[in-house]
């Protein structure tokens, strides 16, 4: 699918001609995070017997720097990280198609990520699946990499679901 394809389900043209990102309703936002712990529990689950050593270095040290982003309180390369937190494991896949649909439920999703470090119940506790998730992945435990992932997704999606109204 061309970038242009991908785009236009991303963002809304207004009647002034100005583009926004749509808001999300609440069922949407639900079946998003259905889709998402669904397919992103897969590609874990099959990342993790084709995790390589450097792969999992790599990933080790990505979450290392996300603490020290949630330490430092610096919201913005925290989201980054655990962007690249996760899409480091599920390049490991071996599944192109399944990564580039969740390239695009991460696009749909990506908005309101903010809202997450703005959740004071959230922040302490950032890192406590990804965390799991590298032991499981060290482990080379399939089924147990995806029970933390979906553990992740369902942990974040619960304080975005509690904040979807403060997007403006």
């Known amino acids: 699918m061309c970038r242009a394809a991908e785009v ?3 963002l809304e043209m207004q009647n002034n001609r100005s583009v926004i990102v ?11 995070t259905r889709i998402r712990i669904a397919v992103e529990g897969l590609a874990g689950e099959m990342a993790a017997t084709r995790m390589t050593k450097s792969g999992l270095v790599d990933i080790q040290a990505t979450l290392a720097g996300m603490q020290r982003a949630i330490e430092a309180g610096d919201a913005r390369a925290y989201l980054s990280l655990n962007e690249a937190f996760h899409f480091a494991i599920y390049q490991h896949a071996g599944a ?3 990564l580039n649909m969740i390239r695009d439920l991460w696009g749909r999703v990506g908005p309101y990520l903010k809202l997450l470090m703005q959740a004071d119940r959230y922040i302490p506790r950032s890192n406590d699946a990804h965390r799991k998730i590298v032991a499981a992945l060290e482990q080379r435990s ?10 992740d997704i369902a942990t974040a999606a619960a304080v975005l679901s509690a904040n979807l109204g403060k997007v403006k």
């Open 22 to 32: 749509p808001l999300l309703s609440a069922p949407a936002f639900e079946e998003l």
């Open 96 to 98: 192109p198609i399944l």
């Open 142 to 151: 399939g089924p147990t990499v995806r029970i933390f992932i979906e553990e």
């Open 8 to 10: 236009s389900r991303l």
